[in-house]
């Protein structure tokens, strides 16, 4: 009996030593040799190296509300340009509640039915200062507008004049928006347009922009 109890014991403190030395064989192949402390400083510094790689862009460095930089990127997806690139956000909000209204002659109601020569003086008037008569002519001729013709300097804001009969040499208005697109007004209502359509292009006579009056 004893010697049975002799060979159990003896077994077990076999196995605990082979065990025990294959712990420290197993240990010794682990290749993590820093404490808590250095790993984490190392993690830190690797992390600040990847960063340093790259640059942090600031998407609103302006610190713009949530409403404007709801149209700033309503309108980028439409004109199919940068968030940067839409600066008058007053612009913006304000003939966005007007898209799509119907047209009607010597009309300003939103929603209802609008003349883009009364929309256009409202507009200027509300998010310019600037005050305008409602006809197309008096737009075109008031002295606080620079005119001239050349498609590749139209900006932001600038008004666009068309040509519609011959009765009326500047018949209609718009505004330049971005990337050939306007804000007009046709049987369509009022909405955006590209102004690379044959139905402006034929009709269209100049453009003008707000003179400067600071100098």
Same mark, same amino acid.
């Given at each position: 009996m004893k010697k049975g109890r002799f060979c159990i014991l003896y077994h077990i403190f076999f196995l605990l030593a082979v065990i025990s030395c294959g712990s420290k064989n197993y240990i010794s192949e682990i290749p993590y040799h820093y404490s808590s402390d250095e790993f984490f400083k190392s993690v830190q510094a690797e992390k600040q190296n990847l960063a340093s790689q790259y640059s942090i862009v600031e998407d609103n460095p302006n610190e713009l509300n949530d409403d404007i930089l709801k149209i700033r990127e309503k309108y980028?997806?439409? %004109?199919e340009v940068m968030p940067r690139e839409i600066h008058n956000y007053k612009l913006y909000s304000y003939f966005d509640e007007w898209i799509g209204t119907p047209y009607r002659k010597q009309i300003l109601e939103k929603q209802v039915g609008v003349e883009m020569s009364?929309?256009?003086q409202a507009l200027f008037s509300d998010v310019y200062g600037e005050t305008f008569p409602k006809t197309p002519d008096g737009i075109f001729r008031a002295k606080s507008i620079q005119l001239f013709t050349g498609?590749?300097?139209?900006?932001?804001?600038?008004?666009?004049f068309f040509r519609y009969d011959k009765l009326h040499p500047i018949s209609d208005v718009g505004v330049? %928006?971005?990337?050939d697109r306007i804000l007009a007004c046709t049987s369509k209502g009022l909405n955006i347009y590209n102004f690379n359509d044959?139905?402006?292009?034929?009709?269209?006579?100049?453009?003008?922009?707000?003179k400067d009056k600071n100098k």
């Open positions: 980028s997806i439409i %004109l009364y929309f256009v498609r590749s300097f139209l900006k932001e804001g600038d008004v666009l330049y %928006l971005h990337n044959e139905y402006f292009q034929l009709r269209y006579v100049a453009a003008g922009r707000l």
